[in-house]
């Protein structure tokens, strides 16, 4: 699957240094919040979610964390490692059912060796 | 189990010609969704069902293009006539509470 494109932002980091990716949001409304991992070739997988009740939520070396103040999310990566290169989106649902996201542009994270 | 199905991988036709692609949704879901994925505006939602029902059809760019989802097991999604500009990859995804599975992405290209 093609990865979105040339003008995507880049961010590009070290192998075993942490990697903050932000996004921000549009609605004010927005309750539930993904973030998603494209490879290259592949659609979108999930890494990690988060409700508009919390303000920080860690999984397995991700940690994201929310602003509702200024509708601001990011996603932290520890450790990056070279397989974490990838386009990363966040999505945004502002339904209580969790069916219609909005996807935010993407980011491609580079990891140098 | 195998994830969800899109078929076919790869897909070159002439403009004019009409189009469909395949979603087989993982065993169990409710939900099934319809994007396209292009450079200029990223990854757009078409159309998403729950329980076999479209619920919103908004992203639909125009009557050229129609989805449907016969059963819960397989949906399509048709382009007919297609233009050059519906060249995209078309991922279908799934789901039973809100994470959505993305399937592999069918890439077209409208010459």
């Known amino acids: 699957g093609e990865s979105v494109g040339l003008h995507l932002p880049t961010l590009s980091v070290q192998e075993g240094d942490n990697s903050i990716i932000n996004c921000a949001y549009s609605?004010?409304?927005?309750?539930?919040f993904i973030w998603y991992k494209q490879e290259s070739g592949k659609g979108p997988q999930f890494i990690i979610d988060?409700?508009?009740?919390?303000d920080k939520r860690q999984g397995q070396r991700v940690t994201v964390l929310l602003n509702k103040t200024v509708k601001h999310l990011s996603l932290q990566i520890a450790a990056t490692q070279p397989g974490d290169s990838a386009v990363y989106f966040c999505?945004?649902?502002?339904?209580?059912?969790?069916?219609?996201?909005?996807f935010g542009p993407g980011t491609r994270l580079s990891v140098l060796p | 189990d195998a994830g969800v199905i899109q078929s076919p991988r790869h897909e070159v036709t002439e403009m004019g010609q009409e189009v469909t692609l395949r979603c087989k949704p993982i065993?169990?879901?409710?939900?099934l969704f319809w994007y396209r994925q292009t450079m200029m505006r990223g990854l757009e939602l078409l159309i998403y069902?729950?329980?076999?029902?479209?619920?919103?059809d908004s992203g639909m760019p125009e009557d050229r293009f129609s989805a449907k989802m016969p059963n819960a097991s397989f949906s399509t999604l048709k382009i007919q006539p297609s233009e050059p500009r519906d060249s995209a990859v078309y991922f279908c995804?799934?789901?039973?509470?809100?994470?959505?599975?993305f399937g592999p992405g069918t890439r077209l290209t409208v010459t």
């Open positions: 065993s169990g879901h409710n939900s």
């Open positions: 995804a799934s789901s039973l509470v809100s994470e959505q599975y």
């Open positions: 609605n004010s409304a927005s309750d539930y």
């Open positions: 999505a945004e649902n502002i339904n209580n059912y969790g069916q219609n996201f909005v």
């Open positions: 069902f729950n329980n076999n029902v479209p619920i919103d």
């Open positions: 988060i409700r508009s009740n919390m």
